[in-house]
């Protein structure tokens, strides 16, 4: 099983980026799909999930901003991130459960992709 991120990139405050997900070897349609971020010298940090059933949860901090969405055909899942602000500046991670519930805690996750760096200039 693989999931690669991609998408990543040097932008400036206020701009947008989409990150994509591609998952691998098996199919993610029933399970839940989450994006976390890793600032340096920080903890990594919930971002937004999307359920088995469809539900999406974001963190307070991109409440409005990001939105996840997931093409289940393609086994993909996305990360719009819009009005970027320079805090937003982290590796951002995928991860997948083996089951359709969220959680925010990064170890309930069995599945990871390798990053892609988001670098919000101010």
């Known amino acids: 099983v693989q999931l690669q991120a991609s998408g990543g990139g040097l932008v400036q405050a206020g701009a947008s980026l989409r990150l994509s997900c591609a998952a691998s070897g098996r199919t993610f349609r029933n399970s839940a799909m989450g994006w976390f971020r890793q600032a340096p010298g920080k903890e990594r940090e919930f971002v937004a999930a999307s359920t088995g059933s469809g539900s999406t949860y974001y963190a307070d901090s991109v409440k409005g901003r990001f939105t996840t969405s997931r093409d289940n055909t393609k086994n993909t899942v996305y990360l719009q991130m819009n009005s970027l602000k320079f805090e937003d500046t982290a590796v951002y991670y995928c991860?997948?459960?083996?089951?359709?519930?969220?959680?925010?805690?990064?170890?309930?996750?069995?599945?990871w992709g390798q990053g892609t760096q988001v670098t919000v200039s101010s």
């Open positions: 991860a997948a459960r083996g089951s359709g519930l969220y959680y925010v805690a990064p170890e309930k996750y069995d599945y």
